[in-house]
């Protein structure tokens, strides 16, 4: 297995997740090997940088003959694990909420939601698979100090209350459904998955098969 | 208008519907011009790649002014404008796919799921959010020929029974959340929204903000 602790860059490890996205699909696509150039007609990233950064991890093979997919999706991917268990909390418990709790990542069992918050009176006071809904006003008073990570299934228009209010109580890890986009903290990190976005993405891909490589 | 059709990379049309969206919202506050290093820092993407990709669309403005908000909203919804009603049919009435249904793309009302299928008797014959559940043994006899787009919300044990089956059918783009790659036809347009990985990433990239530059 690789090892970036000891002397791998920052930038460079901002770039593992872009290159495991990559090399995932390809995977996807039924490629077995890719060449650094190749690669970075895909990700935009320099193929020289690509090289520099893949070197830096060892032996992921000769980039004169491609590099394995199969390898750095498997390379890629140790290195993105999950080290410690990863306590989440969730804000929002409608249905995209309700069903992210049910399902609670089961394929990694390191990551778990182990509260949730609403502002449904309904809601608060019950438990979805187990985990206990607390009132979204009750956030600090609820919130663990294990918990630095957070993921929102709220409308998008509560966001602009619901980011700060989890900066606030130390969380600096955000995974959020609600597209609309919202200035957090220098220290935050913060993903936003679109599904409107996603389809409408994929329609246009869909429609325009022609596109060059 | 933009003229995508011979130049532009996958990875960049991939990015399209992200920038459509922030710019929207930045027309919204009434931002009337942005530099690539200002948007770099609301959707998390490098501000190099968002001027290559600019470029690469001709003339969307000179980027040591900024780029017109107003010109970007409007080139960026002609590229994902969805021309026609798409009519869309989710396999997988789970927590997760139900879900999907109740919400039902609405902030576009151009994206319709019309149609749901199960294997579980118990869903099958009822509805959600008005859309019907049918016996996914019946695909072939329900599905209507306005639809080529499927969402897929079935476990990913499930998943490489259902995509040669939607294929079967004449679908040819399909978004997936099971996030097991399926071998599926040159023809086939698919997306996997693997929300594991996402959190994964997420959390590395947050881990690793103190590694040394």
Do not use: W
Not at 80 to 91: K, M, R, Y
Not at 177 to 189: E, G, I
């Amino acid at each position: 297995m690789l090892n970036t602790r000891a002397r791998v860059s920052k930038a460079t490890v901002r770039r593992i997740p872009l290159y495991y996205r990559a090399v995932q699909q390809l995977q996807q696509q039924g490629v077995k090997r890719i060449r650094s150039e190749r690669l970075s007609e895909i990700i935009h990233i320099p193929s020289a940088t690509i090289r520099r950064d893949f070197s830096s991890f060892g032996e992921l093979g000769k980039s004169g003959y491609g590099y394995s997919v199969d390898t750095l999706v498997d390379e890629f991917g140790k290195l993105l694990e999950v080290q410690d268990a990863e306590n989440i909390l969730l804000v929002g418990c409608g249905g995209l909420g309700a069903a992210l709790i049910e399902n609670n990542f089961r394929r990694n069992p390191d990551l778990n939601i182990t509260m949730a918050f609403d502002i449904d009176s309904a809601k608060i006071g019950t438990e979805i698979g187990g985990v206990p809904v607390y009132d979204f006003r009750e956030l600090a008073m609820r919130v663990t100090p294990d918990i630095k990570t957070a993921i929102i299934a709220v409308p998008s228009s509560a966001q602009p209350q619901v980011i700060p209010a989890l900066e606030g109580i130390g969380i600096d890890a955000i995974l959020t459904f609600a597209p609309q986009p919202v200035v957090c903290l220098p220290t935050t990190t913060i993903r936003y998955i679109d599904l409107t976005s996603e389809l409408q993405s994929l329609l246009f891909t869909a429609h325009h098969q022609q596109l060059a490589e």
